[in-house]
């Protein structure tokens, strides 16, 4: 597992020891959207607390968190993968303040589909296999899950807290958007694509002086000219570009 996948397991399982074992203490990290003004910790502490009633609330959260968490650390680094998941959990927190402001809340399922979400991002097509067995592809499970939601909280949603997992979808994706860009994976990419075509000079094409240009060389040259008198500078390919500029003057 990677870093942070470790340490938020880790922090959840031992918060929910603590629970078991200080039985009071739930009322305390639980996040009840109305009175958030009065203890605002709780949209931290709700997202690391989880319903004492029996091991599948944790248990299913940190499968999920297992399973999607690890590719989408090393995709976006770690800083970036914590502040995924604490804002995911936040936005699932304020998006029940609106809808159901007077159901108290605890568990990590909201931070999760943030984590979801972005793992269907990078890996639309990747499969998931529910229950061990039906394959579901990333990107349709998160549109599964949403219409599965939005029936669940508008239709009463029993003890889950489905607007969170909404929530949790709606902080993932802007979040990723702001950040578009300024993930190590990105950086890789725009590293190995190289320099923008424009950003490299060419110099003055129509100087060419094709007697000094080597026999090997002046058809290519010749080409490259008249793909830029026909389709002009911003038809050129990097690679072209860079070629072109050896026989060109500079200006």
């Given at each position: 597992?990677?870093?942070?996948?470790?340490?938020l397991?880790?922090?959840n399982?031992?918060?929910?020891?603590?629970?078991?074992?200080f039985?009071?203490?739930?009322?305390?990290?639980?996040l009840?959207?109305?009175?958030?003004?009065?203890?605002?910790w709780?949209l931290?502490?709700?997202?690391f607390?989880?319903?004492?009633?029996?091991?599948?609330h944790?248990?299913?959260?940190?499968?999920?968190?297992?399973f999607?968490?690890p590719?989408?650390?090393?995709?976006i680094?770690g800083?970036?993968?914590?502040?995924?998941?604490?804002?995911?959990?936040?936005?699932?927190?304020l998006?029940?303040?609106?809808?159901?402001?007077?159901?108290?809340i605890?568990?990590?399922s909201g931070?999760?589909?943030?984590?979801?979400l972005a793992?269907?991002?990078?890996y639309?097509?990747?499969k998931?296999y529910i229950?061990?067995v039906?394959?579901?592809?990333?990107?349709?499970?998160?549109v599964?899950?949403t219409?599965?939601?939005?029936?669940?909280?508008?239709?009463?949603?029993g003890?889950?807290?489905?607007f969170?997992?909404l929530?949790g979808?709606?902080?993932a994706?802007?979040?990723?958007?702001?950040?578009a860009?300024?993930?190590?994976?990105?950086?890789?990419?725009?590293?190995?694509?190289?320099?923008?075509?424009?950003?490299?000079?060419i110099?003055d094409w129509?100087g060419v002086n094709f007697d000094?240009?080597?026999e090997?060389?002046r058809?290519?040259?010749?080409?490259?000219?008249?793909?830029?008198?026909?389709q002009?500078?911003?038809?050129?390919?990097?690679?072209e570009?860079?070629?072109?500029?050896h026989?060109?003057p500079?200006?």
């Open positions: 597992m990677t870093p942070w996948v470790t340490r397991i880790v922090a399982i031992l918060v929910f020891v603590l629970q078991l074992t039985r009071g203490l739930t009322q305390y990290l639980a009840v959207p109305a009175l958030l003004l009065e203890r605002p709780t931290f502490t709700y997202m607390s989880h319903s004492t009633a029996g091991l599948t944790v248990l299913f959260n940190m499968l999920g968190l297992f999607f968490g590719r989408v650390e090393l995709r680094g800083p970036a993968f914590i502040r995924l998941y604490l804002i995911a959990g936040m936005t699932g927190g998006l029940s303040w609106l809808i159901t402001p007077y159901s108290p605890v568990g990590a931070a999760v589909f943030g984590v979801q793992f269907a991002m990078f639309p097509r990747d998931i229950w061990g039906l394959p579901i592809e990333a990107r349709v499970l998160v599964i899950m219409v599965v939601s939005l029936y669940g909280g508008l239709s009463g949603g003890n889950v807290a489905h969170a997992h929530g979808y709606v902080g994706w802007v979040y990723l958007r702001r950040i860009g300024r993930t190590p994976a990105a950086q890789w990419q725009a590293k190995v694509a190289g320099p923008a075509p424009e950003s490299i000079a110099g129509k000094k240009v080597h090997l060389n058809d290519e040259v010749r080409r490259i000219v008249s793909k830029i008198e026909t002009g500078e911003r038809s050129l390919t990097s690679q570009r860079v070629f072109l500029g026989f060109t500079q200006v």
